[in-house]
C-alpha cells in the first residue's frame, strides 16, 4: 500500500524557513520521480516543484524559483522542500505526490499546514 506522510510544516514569520518532508512506503521511491504540491482554501492544489528519480532535474513554479529547493534521499525514501525567505501568500497545505499516472498512487496524504505570518 502506498502511503506517503508529509511532516515539518508550521507558523513562520514572513522570511524565514522551514523544510518539509515527506516519508514514502509501499512503493520503489527510487523509481518515480516526485512532486510537492501546496493548496490554500477554495483553490486547487497547485504545483511547486519536481525532482527526478536520480535528483538530476529539478523544476520550480515560478512564484517558490530561487527560494525553495526540492531533494530527495533514496536511500531513506524521502522527499524534502527547503523553503527561505517564505511570503504570507506561501501559505498553504503541502503535499507530496508520486509523479505517475497510475491509479495506484492516486490517493492523497494528509498534508502539512505551512502559514506564514507575522
Known amino acids: 500500500q502506498v502511503r506517503l506522510v508529509e511532516s515539518g510544516g508550521g507558523l513562520v514569520q514572513p522570511g524565514g524557513s522551514l523544510e518539509l518532508s515527506c516519508a514514502t512506503s509501499?512503493?520503489?521511491?527510487?523509481?518515480?520521480?516526485m512532486k510537492w504540491y501546496r493548496q490554500t482554501p477554495g483553490q486547487e492544489r497547485t504545483l511547486v516543484a519536481i525532482?527526478?528519480?536520480?535528483?538530476?532535474?529539478?523544476t520550480y513554479a515560478d512564484s517558490v524559483k530561487g527560494r525553495f529547493t526540492i531533494s530527495r534521499d533514496n536511500a531513506k525514501n524521502m522527499l524534502y522542500l527547503q523553503m527561505h525567505r517564505l511570503k504570507p501568500e506561501d501559505t498553504a497545505v503541502y503535499y507530496c505526490?508520486?509523479?505517475?499516472?497510475?491509479?495506484?498512487?492516486?490517493?492523497w496524504g494528509q498534508g502539512t499546514q505551512v502559514t506564514v505570518s507575522s
Open positions: 525532482i527526478s528519480r536520480d535528483s538530476n532535474s529539478t
Open positions: 509501499g512503493f520503489l521511491f527510487r523509481l518515480y520521480g
Open positions: 505526490r508520486v509523479n505517475s499516472s497510475s491509479s495506484a498512487f492516486a490517493s
